[in-house]
């Protein structure tokens, strides 16, 4: 019987999979220009680099992200106030600068749905802003790892239930865990569900479009009826 991933290991991916939802997520709202550069870069900095070096999570003091937090509502709050009557750039900052802060922390099963929360509501908000079909391939990259990291989630949560580890980055190596995920990855039931996804987008496809499109600055076709 193949083995599986530990408790500590499924913590680890699960904290993982959020951060690069979050990365594209960012990767997504970045591409409209309304963040500004200082705060594209602070975010993209930052996530990139507490991806690579995951234990830095764990060496932030507690204290350290509620100044974080609040850091975060002044800064918006002025943000809001300089930027009237402009109030969607100010918008997308907070919920950017908002989710950043549950990607970087160390997160429990609440934090890791408001990360996903925060996330899909950055790439909604690209959906309306932006014509350009990159906005297609951020969106094929969000879904299936939104969807794995509901998975690692749930898999957490069942896997030897008992007390979270003290210190989940300890002795944590990149090529160990490769390492791990060779040895325990089913390829075929990989493949299986590699195939169905793309099922599910060719069907989305073909629902998607037939479906009549209005340009909101005209009036809508049914308008111009008469009796």
Known sequence: MREALSKLELLRLKWVAGM???LVALW???SIG??????TLLCGVLGLTFLVRPALSERVPPFAW?????????FVALNTVLAMPDILTPLLRMVTLLAL???LQPRVRRTDLQLLLLSLFMLVLTGVLTLSLLFALQLL?????????LLMITLAEQAERGQRPQRLWAGFTWRGMAGRLRVVTRWR?????AGLYLCMLGVTGLIFLPLPRFRLDQALPFMHLTS
């Open 141 to 149: 990259l969000f879904t299936p790892l939104a969807m794995a990291t």
């Open 34 to 39: 309304n963040l500004g550069l200082p705060v």
């Open 66 to 74: 509620h100044a974080a937090a609040g850091a975060i509502v002044l």
């Open 28 to 30: 997504a709202v970045a």
């Open 101 to 103: 802060l549950r990607a």
């Open 189 to 193: 039931a990989l493949w299986l569900y």
């Open 20 to 22: 690069l939802v979050y």
